[in-house]
């Protein structure tokens, strides 16, 4: 890719892989979470090289620099190559949200509705309805 082509701000975050769709590295950039030099940018500014964003997304803070443009989506192995993470170890190894209760989905055991194995139980505690 040539130097003097241009590059949206939430196409390059969504091409190095920071965020997994453009819609929300757009939606990021809106809301304030994308920063350029500690000012906060539009999606459509252009990236240079030499750019440092702080990015913050729902699994980490990000520091980074960019060292190369790149407009298209590839595999992490190659996404790595255009830009350097300046993260402090801190926010890199910070944990993600950790909720108070951990849902998996199913029941939990004696809250709500009987299952189907705890009404036969109580029907044959109560024995045969007359």
Do not use: H
Not at 71 to 80: D, F, G
Not at 93 to 103: D, E
Request: aromatic share 8%; charged share 35%; glycine share 6%.
């Amino acid at each position: 890719m040539s130097t003097n082509e241009k590059i949206r701000v939430d196409k390059y975050l969504w091409a190095i892989r920071v965020f997994k769709t453009r819609s929300q590295a757009s939606d990021a950039c809106d809301g304030g979470k994308v920063k350029l030099n500690g000012n906060t940018v539009k999606a459509a500014k252009p990236v240079a090289i030499g750019d440092k964003f702080e990015v913050k997304t729902e699994a980490r803070k990000w520091v980074i620099e960019v060292v190369g443009l790149i407009a298209n989506r590839v595999a992490y192995t190659e996404a790595v190559k255009y830009y350097v993470d300046n993260t402090p170890d801190e926010d890199k190894l910070a944990p993600a949200f950790i909720p108070s209760v951990f849902q998996t989905g199913k029941r939990q055991t004696k809250i709500g509705r009987p299952t189907k194995k705890d009404r036969r139980s109580l029907d044959d505690f109560m024995g045969p309805e007359e």
